[in-house]
DNA sequence: TATATTTGCATCGTGTACGATATAATTCAA
DNA sequence: TTGAATTATATCGTACACGATGCAAATATA
């Protein structure tokens, strides 16, 4: 039995279930906008700056197109984007949001709310999840640095 | 333009992509074992402690057996685990280790310490990471908590 | 003890993730 | 300028995740 291969000892397995855990805190709050966790931040990546090219959402997702196209085939399937193909260069893919996908911020915008309000009284304070959060960058730029190296 | 819809705003998010560039950190180390993440998640359970129903691993890893099945299914076809049924209980299914499944803990053994190393002189130290792994803990806590309050 | 309920696991359908490959448009180079 | 490399997306195959449903074994209840 080798300490270092202790479940308990693994930071990514922390990371993987609190990942999976948010996303199933997310769902009852995001089905009634009809989007999945990953469509929602597509959607912010939208409403922060519309008409964006696939490879610009892919980065500030850091997911690549394997992933996003097909997710942005079924987004413009329940009219939420539209797909423009070519316009300065023809292999490009501009995606701009429907009216639809615009008024869905109005309801989206009560959705952080709903979760940080479930985080008041439980013993994890505002300066925990910043101090998270900034771990995180670091680690995750960490990370990141080392993909680059591997090409 | 709603500032608590801002991306850089969205802990979830960082938990989210900090899990995947993890995931696709191991995938080089795994890959030589002839592992996923999760089915690596699975041997180091088994590992701990052999001969496990489907419903401890379940537990263990908090997932379900709509994930784990099919999972264990693949892990047997690759002889790394035997499925048994109804030993007491003829519902239920026990896992165990092959002798090659059991063989392999040799070669995980030395796949942490490749991160860990991987994370020195980065500006993470390692109380860092026990407070990171802390407060995810209790992020965890609390939202298998309020999981609970559904049902 | 016959039936209803619960339990443990399996199956199904949909939606990600991601490596590998394909394809067409653009750019580079001889 | 034409063929080679590069780039931006798309497609394909496999493996998770997970809600919903199915099913047989065990348990509870009348």
Redesign the interface.
């Known amino acids: ?2 300490e ?4 308990d ?18 769902r009852p709050l995001l089905e009634p906008l009809g989007l999945t ?1 990953p469509q929602y ?1 597509v959607m ?2 939208l ?2 700056k519309d008409n964006q090219l696939v490879g610009d959402i892919c980065q ?3 997911l690549d197109t394997n992933t996003l196209t097909p997710m942005l085939q079924r987004m413009e399937k329940e009219g939420l984007v539209i797909r423009t193909r070519g316009i300065a260069d023809g292999r490009q893919t501009l995606v701009s949001l429907t009216r639809k996908g615009h008024h869905l ?1 109005e309801q ?2 009560e ?3 709903c ?1 940080t309000r ?2 008041q009284d ?3 304070g505002p300066e ?2 910043q ?3 900034a ?6 730029g ?3 640095t ?2 680059e190296g591997q090409h």
């Open positions: 039995m080798y270092q291969l202790r479940l000892n693994q930071l990514c397995f922390r990371i993987y279930t609190a990942s999976r855990l948010l996303t199933q805190a997310y966790y931040l912010m990546v409403w922060e500030r997702l850091r911020e989206a915008k959705v952080p709310s979760l479930g985080m439980t013993g994890v925990d999840l101090r998270l959060a771990t995180l960058d670091t680690l995750t960490i990370l990141e080392k993909k």
